[in-house]
């Protein structure tokens, strides 16, 4: 079949090509191969899911999606939370109800947001994070769940700081922090030390702080949950999943990237999260080109 990337989506063979398939835009090369040839191989009957033309991410998927359903292709388009915050979205981005975030579709009908921060945050399942640790320490004995469970907590706990800084730095059109710049820092406690020895340097304005102060509150109503599990799951819903994985790394001194490990052992141990699931059942089900 021939690639997105080597026609326009008004060719009239595209058109043919695509006939009987539903076309799933995704933001970048990593978000296709875990759902092309990891969670939902099974789907590619009917499903084909590929990067938006000339690789543009988010902003990509959007704009594909329209152009393939304007002509005759039927298409939808799975985007990162994080993009709400890019397009300065506040009220959804911040939003812990998931019924009601759910609802909205500030990008048409044919366009899902991910409930979690990016595609990288559903590899976060503590189960198999310690398979993979339990791997690579040469088949140690498991940890028990709980204690895993309070170990990503506290990974997602000290990437409030970070996720509010962010927010903030994104407000004023700066760059966001590193993936790795909380690494290095065990507890939020610690993280919160650094970011006021920022402060203090004029690395951070007054202007970006006044607003990470605003902004710390909203990341922590995420964690309203009675365990760290149900902590887990809300804090994933607005910290960076690249960073929590960089945390997991360099705490146990981990070599590569183990995006692929997890996403093979989560097909394996069938978690994989039911929220895909249901997006991918829907692509499937619903091939209305309207």
Known sequence: MATLKQQTPSSPQLVSEYRGKTVVFLEGETDVNLFRNYWFKHRLDKLDFTEPNAGIGCVGVVNNVSNFRRNGIAAFGLVDRDKLQADKNWDLAW????????????????????????????????????????????????????????????????????????????????????????????????????????????????????????????VEAFADGDTPSQKLAGLLRCVNGKAMLHRIKTTHKLQGDPTFFLAEAILQQDVIPDELRHFVDDFCTTADIR
């Open 95 to 218: 939003e812990t109800d998931d019924a009601v975030f759910s609802a909205a579709r500030p990008y048409g009908k044919h366009v899902w947001i991910t409930r979690y921060w990016e595609i990288e945050s559903y590899l976060i399942e503590p189960r198999i994070i310690e398979r993979h640790l339990c791997h690579t320490a040469k088949g140690r004995a498991p940890r028990s769940s709980a204690e895993v469970e309070l170990e990503c907590t506290a990974h997602a706990e000290a990437l409030i700081p970070h996720a509010a800084l962010n927010a903030a730095k994104r407000m004023h059109g700066e760059g966001a922090c590193g993936d790795g710049q909380t690494s290095k820092f065990p507890s939020r406690n610690e993280v919160e030390v650094e970011w006021r020895r920022l402060k203090a340097s004029e690395d951070i304005s007054d202007e970006v702080w006044r607003d990470y102060l605003a902004a710390v509150p909203k």
